[in-house]
């Protein structure tokens, strides 16, 4: 069982930034990789980005490809979203998931078997 909470969403102008984090605990050491999803009300999750465990290789939706950045510190056990220039549409609840080396490889888009409970953001025009 892997445990991971997001934090810092919140409200933002259009344009602004923030910086989500997600902290995994638990069996972390069978995690191969993390990603972030997004949910709007009435639609399924959207891929926004993933991120290799040990190397670091990174993948995004094109939506926000040149405004977000996914990173990791593997010593805490921690992966980050940092999102600039954000816009309305970006508007979404974010989650975090951990991927096996299975779904990672084949699978990224339906994400891994463990989720986090999601954070809001909120962009404003």
């Known amino acids: 069982q892997v445990h991971l909470v997001e934090s810092g969403g919140g409200l933002v102008q259009a344009g602004g930034s923030l910086r989500l984090s997600c902290a995994a605990s638990?069996?972390?050491?069978?995690?191969?990789?993390m990603g972030w999803f997004r949910q709007v009300p009435g639609k399924g999750r959207e891929f926004v980005a993933r991120?290799?465990?040990?190397?670091?290789?990174?993948d995004y939706a094109d939506s926000v490809k040149g405004r977000f950045t996914v990173s990791r510190d593997n010593a805490m056990n921690t992966m980050y979203l940092q999102m600039n220039n954000l816009k309305p549409e970006d508007t979404a609840a974010y989650y975090c998931?951990?991927?096996?080396?299975?779904?990672?490889?084949?699978?990224?888009?339906?994400?891994?078997?463990?989720w986090g409970l999601g954070t809001q953001v909120t962009v404003s025009s």
């Open positions: 638990g069996r972390t050491l069978s995690t191969y990789g």
């Open positions: 991120i290799g465990w040990s190397r670091g290789d990174t």
């Open positions: 998931t951990s991927y096996s080396r299975s779904d990672f490889t084949w699978h990224p888009l339906a994400g891994g078997e463990f």
